[in-house]
């Protein structure tokens, strides 16, 4: 394998809430996603969902609680907990779940996104 650059790998696509595998470790995949604007709310049952922000600032809003992560920082989403995620400007973030996962969990959206596309 090798090495990967997350900038190149970044300019690749424009799109956003639209995530691009780029690599996989056994089971997970990590995947590069441009977001902006609100997502839905959703949660993924079987499987925890990490988010680290490479660029930009993003916040994770819960039932009861609104995460902010900022560059550099990660947050994990424990399996079965309703969130949305949001970011009032870009935000370019990498995200690490098992191979197979839907971006929004169960809740059909316009923003549902194809799974499995590699960059």
Same mark, same amino acid.
């Given at each position: 394998m090798d090495k990967i650059n997350?900038? #190149?790998?970044?300019? =690749?696509f424009s799109e956003?809430?639209?995530p691009k595998i780029i690599a996989e470790? #056994?089971?997970?995949?990590?995947k590069l996603v441009k977001i902006q604007g609100e997502f839905v709310w959703h949660n993924h049952e079987d499987t925890?969902? $990490?988010f680290i922000v490479i660029?930009?600032? =993003?916040?994770?809003e819960f039932e009861?609680? $609104?995460v902010e992560l900022n560059e550099g920082e990660m947050y994990v989403v424990p399996k079965g907990v309703n969130h949305k995620p949001f970011a009032e400007e870009e935000?370019?973030?990498m995200?690490?779940?098992?191979?197979g996962v839907v971006n929004t969990g169960g809740t059909e959206s316009e923003l549902t996104a194809s799974n499995d596309v590699w960059i």
């Open positions: 997350l900038k #190149n790998k970044l300019s =690749m956003h809430w639209s470790m #056994n089971d997970y995949q990590f925890d969902e $990490t660029e930009g600032k =993003m916040k994770i009861d609680k $609104t935000c370019k973030i995200i690490i779940e098992p191979s």
